[in-house]
């Protein structure tokens, strides 16, 4: 504890020292959410992040999150330092993605438009006419479909498929997934929610379709916890990353909040739903770039320019 409290000591210094804030995600550690409200920054989905990140006049910005989410950082503020505290923490759509066979397939339906979700490497962005995230996904989509556009959508299937049934889009959908909402169940979830049936379900759009299916609401990180406190439930069934949590009990301490069931864990599921590289970042790794002068996010700039357009086109359409 002691060693803790000196470490969040000597993270604050740094923070001020190298005119730098943390944008986080609500994935990550509680303890680093805390640290980063407390400190100027922000804890927020992927679209906030984006914007936060870009909008702040910090000079420096400790993403507290995974690679797609300081290179998107990065490619909008490309005048601003972007540390992350672990460069090893990835994300499966991103890695299920490759760039090169992402360019190839987008070459063989040149009569598609090009949304690709915000969960991928500059380089597939960089091909995309438009980045959302799971916050503004289906307004987009539904948009486009509505100019009689066609689709290729990357990389979630699940994402995809959600966004096509709500919108009716001619869809082209790649086939990654998320290693974390993959393995929600949902015959596990309607059972657990048959012995509370007074719960609300929320569910994140990277699950599986029949998982979706029994959700009370679908939506961003953002999205889910803003349905917690509209709702007038006091019992809440989550089906995304676990770290989710702490915020939403933070916020609604009278209410109850429950991880969804995942693969053959049941309700007594207790260390599943967890990203593995989400759960990189630490205090230790937040001191160690701030104490640095090497790890900054860098990118190729004509690369970096390319992958703008796209995310410029969609934080326009949010505005
Ligand atoms: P959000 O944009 O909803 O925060 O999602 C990001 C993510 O990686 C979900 O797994
Ligand atoms: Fe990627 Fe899934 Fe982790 Fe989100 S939870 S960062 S989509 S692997």
Redesign the pocket.
């Known amino acids: 504890r002691h060693e803790r409290d000196t470490s969040l000591q000597r993270i604050r210094a740094l923070l001020q020292k190298r005119d730098a804030v943390i944008v986080a995600?609500?994935?990550v550690d509680g303890e680093l959410q805390e640290l980063a409200r407390e400190t100027g920054g922000c804890v927020?989905?992927?679209?906030e992040?984006a914007r936060f990140g870009a909008e702040h006049p910090a000079s420096t910005l400790v993403v507290a999150g995974?690679r797609f989410m300081g290179e998107t950082a990065k490619i909008l503020s490309p005048e601003k330092t972007i540390l992350m505290p672990d460069d090893e923490a990835t994300?499966s759509?991103d890695l299920g993605c490759p760039a090169d066979t992402f360019s190839q397939f987008c070459d063989q339906h040149p009569e598609r438009t090009v949304v690709v979700y915000?969960?991928t490497s500059a380089a597939v962005k960089a091909r995309a006419d438009w980045v959302v995230?799971?916050?503004v996904g289906k307004e987009i989509v539904a948009h486009l479909h509505a100019r009689g556009e066609k689709i290729l959508w990357a990389p979630d299937r699940h994402l995809g498929a959600y966004i096509q049934q709500q919108t009716g889009a001619d869809m082209l959908l790649w086939q990654g997934s998320?290693v974390?909402?993959d393995e929600f169940k949902a015959d596990e979830l309607a059972l657990l929610a048959h012995e509370h049936p007074e719960a609300a379900i929320l569910v994140?759009p990277?699950s599986p379709a029949p998982v979706a299916a029994l959700a009370h609401v679908v939506?961003?990180?953002?999205?889910?916890i803003a349905a917690a406190g509209r709702l007038e439930n006091e019992t809440f069934i989550v089906a995304?990353?676990q770290g989710i949590l702490h915020d939403m009990r933070k916020r609604y301490p009278r209410k109850r909040f429950m991880p969804a069931p995942t693969a053959g864990q049941g309700a007594t599921c207790k260390s599943c739903a967890m990203?593995p590289w989400?759960a990189m970042n630490s205090l230790g790794g937040i001191e160690r770039v701030l104490t640095s002068e090497v790890g900054a996010i860098e990118l190729d700039a004509a690369l970096a320019l390319a992958a703008r357009t796209p995310i410029e086109r969609m934080l326009r359409f949010a505005a």
Not at 44 to 47: I, R
Not at 219 to 224: C, E, I, Y
């Open positions: 995600h609500y994935y927020g989905d992927s679209l992040m995974v994300c759509l915000a969960n995230t799971s916050s998320c974390v909402h994140h990277e939506g961003s990180t953002t999205q889910l995304t990353d990203c989400m």
